[in-house]
């Protein structure tokens, strides 16, 4: 099966519903905190967060930290801790995402295996704040500094699976060509190789880099992504202009399986790769 997800009116309806529950925890939050008799400052300080950052919360413009409602509970009591919680679970992250994205977002999160090649940008699993950050502000249209918030957190949120999901197998290949493209500039680029550098140390994580001279390559087709069920079924998915494919057909999937065993094959290994990408590194 073969589901193509456009980028309509979904996007916003997701939108809407999330801001609406991030406004309700904020109203929850600074009904609490105002009937304990704090300001913004002293509780910011007692749970170990900044004024300005729960002053955002209490607006609906962040996520809540998934510690926030126990902190809370320090400070405003049991009965604090029972209601955040429950307001924390009518918020989705998910619905930040792209409409498109979101089903795929599913099945990552629950992947027992995970293989992305990417030609395009560096894979979202992997994009240090400051990448993010670059990526959102040349996007076009112009989304305005809330929704960018809202998208960054996000992108972070998801990237917790790289420490959460430690029996996970991760697998990544990446044009050379995506970081010597400097999105974003030399500062930028130089706080997406150590992010790489830091994440392939990890023993569930395998970054590759594809060269950029390569006279065999099979990746001609563009990008690709890759999980492995808890069930053992694989399922594939791509992705373009606004637009997405999950792909679950075996015949399809198989294909997908033999080009990116093929480009693993024909990238570089991965001790070769942190030698490269130390080399670029110092090349900034």
Not at 173 to 189: D, H, K, L
Not at 214 to 233: F, K, R, S, V, W
Not at 255 to 264: A, C, D, N, S
Request: net charge neutral; charged share 25%.
């Amino acid at each position: 099966m073969r589901t193509d997800h456009g980028g309509g009116a979904g996007a916003n309806g997701g939108e809407a519903e999330l801001s609406d529950s991030l406004r309700t925890f904020g109203v929850v939050l600074k009904a609490l905190r105002e009937e304990s008799g704090l300001t913004q400052e002293e509780f910011a300080a007692r749970v170990r967060y900044s004024a300005a950052y729960i002053a955002k919360i209490e607006q609906g413009k962040r996520f809540p930290p998934s510690d926030l409602p126990g902190r809370a509970e320090q400070v405003l009591g049991p009965v604090a801790l029972k209601v955040l919680t429950a307001a924390a679970r009518s918020l989705s992250r998910r619905a930040v995402l792209a409409s498109w994205f979101r089903q795929w977002a599913g099945v990552e999160e629950e992947a027992i295996s995970l293989y992305a090649y990417e030609c395009r940008a560096v894979p979202g699993l992997l994009q240090p704040e400051p990448y993010i950050r670059a990526i959102f502000d040349r996007r076009l249209p112009p989304a305005c500094e809330e929704q960018i918030e809202r998208e960054v957190t996000s992108r972070l949120d998801r990237q917790r699976l790289l420490a959460a999901n430690q029996n996970t197998a991760f697998s990544f290949v990446i044009e050379e060509s995506v970081i010597a493209r400097r999105m974003g500039g030399r500062e930028v680029t130089g706080h997406v190789i150590r992010h790489l550098l830091e994440m392939s140390a990890r023993r569930n994580v395998e970054i590759q880099i594809m060269p950029a001279v390569q006279e065999d390559h099979c990746g001609i087709d563009g990008q690709m992504y890759l999980a492995e069920t808890p069930a053992h079924q694989w399922l594939g998915y791509t992705e373009g202009q606004r637009s997405s494919s999950l792909i679950s057909a075996p015949k399809d999937v198989s294909v997908l399986l033999q080009r990116y065993g093929k480009l693993r094959s024909q990238a570089l290994d991965c001790r070769a790769t942190v030698t490269l990408l130390e080399r670029m590194r110092g090349a900034l």
